[in-house]
C-alpha cells in the first residue's frame, strides 16, 4: 500500500484517485466462497452456511470455512492466490481511470525503483495479499 501513498505525497495522484483506484479493485476481486464452489472445494449450502456463521463471528470467510472443516489450510491458501490475481494492479487501476498517463507513471515507478536500490526490485500492489480480507 505504500507504493499508492507514495504516489499521493508525491503529488502524481490525489487521494481521491487513490481511493477510486482501491475502490476499481475491489469490484474485481472474487468472493472466496465463488471460488471454493468453482473449484469443488464446497458447496453453495457450505457457503451459505459460513456466511450465516461469518455474520454471527464477525470473521472473515476463509477463517470460519476452515473452523468450520469445510476448507483445508492449503485450499484456502490457493483460493486466496487466485482471489489476489483476480485483481487488477494499481497502475491497471490509475490507467483505467484516467488519474495518470502511463508516460508519467512509468516515469515515476523507474525513479521509485532507484530510491529502493535498482530497477529489478518489484513494486508491490496497492493492497498485499496478506492485506485482503479473506471472503
Same mark, same amino acid.
Request: aromatic residues 8%; glycine residues 8%.
Given at each position: 500500500?505504500?507504493?499508492?501513498?507514495?504516489?499521493?505525497?508525491? &503529488?502524481? +495522484?490525489?487521494? =481521491?484517485?487513490?481511493?477510486? !483506484?482501491?475502490?476499481?479493485?475491489?469490484?474485481?476481486?472474487? /468472493? +472466496?466462497?465463488?471460488? =471454493?464452489?468453482? =473449484?469443488?472445494?464446497?458447496?453453495? !449450502?457450505?457457503?451459505?452456511?459460513? $456466511? =450465516?456463521?461469518?455474520?454471527?463471528?464477525?470473521? /472473515?470467510? &476463509?477463517?470460519?470455512?476452515l #473452523?468450520?472443516?469445510?476448507?483445508?489450510?492449503?485450499?484456502?491458501?490457493? $483460493?486466496?492466490?487466485?482471489?489476489?490475481?483476480?485483481?487488477?494492479?494499481?497502475? #491497471? %487501476? $490509475?490507467l !483505467?481511470? &484516467?488519474?495518470v498517463?502511463k *508516460?508519467?507513471l512509468?516515469?515515476?515507478?523507474? *525513479?521509485?525503483? %532507484?530510491?529502493?536500490?535498482?530497477?529489478?526490485?518489484?513494486?508491490p500492489?496497492?493492497?498485499? $495479499?496478506?492485506?485482503l /480480507?479473506?471472503?
Open positions: 500500500m505504500w507504493f499508492g501513498f507514495d504516489l499521493v505525497d508525491e &503529488g502524481l +495522484i490525489s487521494s =481521491a484517485d487513490l481511493c477510486a !483506484a482501491m475502490r476499481r479493485q475491489m469490484q474485481y476481486r472474487r /468472493p +472466496i466462497g465463488q471460488l =471454493a464452489v468453482e =473449484a469443488g472445494y464446497m458447496t453453495i !449450502a457450505r457457503v451459505f452456511d459460513v $456466511l =450465516a456463521t461469518q455474520h454471527e463471528w464477525h470473521r /472473515p470467510f &476463509g477463517e470460519v470455512a #473452523e468450520l472443516g469445510y476448507l483445508k489450510r492449503e485450499q484456502l491458501g490457493l $483460493l486466496l492466490l487466485q482471489q489476489n490475481d483476480s485483481v487488477p494492479s494499481l497502475e #491497471e %487501476s $490509475l !483505467a481511470a &484516467g488519474a498517463t *508516460e508519467a512509468d516515469a515515476w515507478i523507474r *525513479e521509485y525503483r %532507484s530510491r529502493l536500490g535498482g530497477t529489478s526490485c518489484e513494486i500492489d496497492i493492497i498485499p $495479499l496478506s492485506e /480480507p479473506v471472503g
